[in-house]
């Protein structure tokens, strides 16, 4: 598989319809399930569409645990955010905005 690492992220979701934020681990079958219904609907490969990929793996898992009933398009539309927890964890370790030029303001 070249320079591409692979692992099933814990996800954290904030969903439109939840009190709190769901915090999932996904496994296996939900990375299994994502590169199947990828091909099929010739979605972009997880790297070229990051929130696209974890907003699959985290209905692929609520669906296996069943804490979810919703079909992916609801579930793709009822979410309001969805990040792995390894990027929350950069964000609390000093690392909030991307690398880049330091003069260039963030809104």
Known sequence: ?????????LVTVIH????????????????????????????????????HWLTFLSWAAAKRLSLTEETWETWADNVRSVASAEDEADDEQGKPFPEGDEDTPYL
């Open 1 to 9: 598989m070249g320079d591409v690492k692979l692992s099933t992220p």
């Open 16 to 51: 439109r319809n939840m009190a709190d934020p769901l915090v999932i681990q996904t496994e296996n079958p939900d990375m299994l399930l994502w590169e199947k219904t990828r091909v099929r609907h010739r979605w972009p490969k997880f790297d070229e569409s990051p929130v």
